[in-house]
């Protein structure tokens, strides 16, 4: 959400914004804020002019009582009944108007950065930067499914006579490596000086409108039936969560977390749910990192961020590039993202393990999220990044790291996690 005051001072700014990121159909609602604003205010001065007017008419009555002039402190008391009703209803003209405001701010989205490229969809979305060669072995590249169960590690039947499509039973030295990935993302981020945190895995509506658009909310999320309550679609939302109505010292900042938690998605819309593989699917698990920092500070934490992530997936010898999000692929609370691919031998493609936003302060002001200053309190700036969003990176590990007789190498710094193991042998 916006600071109001860029409506009031450069609504200009804001429609072109909007037009940057193709919602055009929203454009009306910066005018209607602007009028609302305006009418807002003036219910709000005017109920101010009344309530001192009433305050100095009150103490007249005791100085006419005093004095013995009944009649006159009786009229005095009518006007001051007058004042009180037209006070009442400026009061409800101002939280009607209020709530107008809030429901269409919430709607806005917010500015983005100047360096954004623009572009209507993912498809506009542009290749910043490569990190390590990305290769074709000799031999075919089998789908993951396949190397899932040459390892007698993947059961999606079962999971589909218990839950359905998109769900799935990982077995044996798959689901090993599975968490073996976690751990070691758990320990890579604690090694950078992030604080692990395992969070709520469900949150209340309050807290999900503080922190996505509803778009995304309808989108994504899974709501508990009978109560005020979701199920989380990644530990951000939790984790920022956490500092709602919250003022923090300046000293304090930057706040550095990294968080462990299933997810669970709708995942609606044009991609549908994987049939045969784990690619998309209804529910995964994550480690994830977030940061709360000064406004000053939030474009030198979203480069280190995305670069965690980018060296993560390189200890685990898996290729990877950085794609700059377009303008229309934003999410409305953001103010600048990019995406982190890994390298598809078998698609000869890259394909998305991560995502890297800076918010500035949107999710703070929804969330009422400050620090303490010597000039006052100040929104903070947030942030979040995945370190790692796994089955989806236990694929790119599998076709990164298979060999042709079906085994799978595993690298040294996930040995520890695995019992010493080398390989993945055939069962």
Known sequence: MIDIKLIRENKELVKENIKKKFQDQKLPLVDEVFEFDKECREAQLKGDNLRALKNEKSSLIGTLMREGKKDEAEKVKEEISKYAD???ECEKTYEKLSEKIKNHMMLIPNII?????????DTQNVENEKFGEPTTPSFEIPHHADICAKLNGLDKDSAGRTSGNGFYYLMGDVARLHSAMLSYARDFMIDKGFTYAIPPFMIRSDVVTGVMSFEEMDAMMYKIEGEDLYLIGTSE????????????????????????????????GSHGIEERGLYRVHQFEKQEMVVLCKPEDGMDWYNKMWSYTVEFFRSLDIPVRTLECCSGDLADLKVKSCDV?????RQQKYFEVGSCSILGDAQARRLGIRMKTDEGNKFVTTLNNTVLATPRGLIAFLENNVNEDGSVNIPKVLRPYMGGKEKLEIK
């Open 341 to 345: 691919e890994a390298w598809s031998p």
């Open 86 to 88: 037209e006070i009442l």
């Open 113 to 121: 950065d100047d360096s954004v490229p623009i572009g209507e969809d």
């Open 237 to 268: 939302h939790s984790m920022i969560g956490k500092f709602k109505d919250q003022i923090i010292k300046e000293n304090e900042l930057p706040i550095t977390l990294t968080s462990y938690s299933p997810c669970f998605r709708k995942e609606v």
